[in-house]
């Protein structure tokens, strides 16, 4: 959601949620907080109710490298983490359950490997029951849905050849930002069509579902304004959580260094929830077929 706490009031009578997005039960996680030993860092982001355990550092240069020296050494972490080899990153505790089961695991892998460092990716869905094991939320006997959406760190030259081919989507919205708060858009044809400005805010909703005797919910929104205030933090954790655990001056530090100040913070939403493909628009970036459908059928 754009806002934590307009979430809360929107959802406050709620017995069930998204399960990618409620999967740790609050008062298990606050009294694992009380039982970290000092030597352990646990990040409290702007946009959570708690913190998360990131690791010592030397926890964390053995998830992330003793000494990694190349921007390929950071792809390998990226895809181990989706692989399953390392348990977090600053930006993720773990690989969520819908990934899995739409069996997002492999191209997501490979994306990784070719240097789109994903954080954040949800698969479309078209009218899932409300009772369904991984995807359903709220009451019972309802259709819920998702647009795809996929938010990762890229190099000038891979945003380069991600937007030559968005601009062949007509129904795909991507914004990026880098550390100096430059930003790169594509709007949907659609919003364009309608006169739509790209600076302009606009909030697309990539979850909601549908409910007896209710409005429609929606309780996960991509917020054009509230990305860019995003933006500042999840640059932030690259020095904060992984940079720092190497020596001033290290070959390791230089490195992170360079991506932090260079890399784009992107999200990708392909609003056609119904017949659309995120995985084909990066299968053209790539040159190669991923071989999967961003979406649960």
């Known amino acids: 959601a754009s806002n934590p706490l307009s979430y809360l009031h929107r959802t406050w009578d709620w017995h069930c949620f998204p399960s990618s997005y409620c999967q740790v039960d609050t008062a298990c996680e606050l009294q694992r907080r009380e039982r970290q ?55 993720c505790e773990q690989i969520e359950t819908e990934t899995v089961d739409a069996g997002l695991i492999p191209p997501l892998a490979k994306l990784n490997h070719n240097g789109f460092l994903t954080i954040n990716s949800q698969p479309r869905i078209n009218g899932v029951s409300s009772s369904h094991a991984c995807y359903g939320w709220g009451p019972e006997g309802g259709l819920v849905y998702q647009k795809a959406y996929l938010e990762f760190f890229c190099s000038p030259l891979n945003l380069e050849r991600l937007i030559a081919v968005v601009e062949n989507y007509p129904a795909v919205t991507l914004q990026g930002y880098n550390r100096k708060g430059e930003r790169r858009a594509v709007m949907c044809r659609y919003r364009r069509e309608a006169g739509a400005q ?20 929606q309780p996960t929104v991509v917020d054009s304004q509230a990305f860019e205030v995003w933006k500042d933090e999840a640059f932030e954790m690259w020095e904060s959580t992984w940079m720092g655990i190497y020596p001033e001056g290290s070959a390791a530090r230089t490195l992170l260094q360079n991506i932090h100040d260079t890399y784009w913070h992107v999200y990708v939403v392909d609003n056609d929830f119904v017949k659309g493909n995120l995985l084909e628009l990066f299968s053209k970036v790539l040159g190669e077929d991923l071989n999967a459908s961003f979406s649960f059928e």
């Not at 030993?37 to 913190?51: C, K």
């Not at 690791?55 to 989706?82: C, H, K, L, Q, Y």
């Not at 790209?198 to 919910?217: K, S």
């Open 198 to 217: 790209e600076d302009e805010r606009h909030v697309t909703a990539v979850t909601w579902g549908v409910f007896d005797g209710i409005e429609v919910l």
């Open 37 to 91: 030993p000092s030597d352990v860092d646990v990040v409290y982001s702007n946009y959570s109710l708690v913190g998360r355990r990131l690791g010592s550092m030397a926890e964390r240069r053995n998830m992330w490298g003793e000494a990694p020296s190349t921007e390929e050494d950071i792809f390998d972490v990226f895809e181990s983490f989706i692989w399953g080899r390392v348990p977090r990153l600053p930006w």
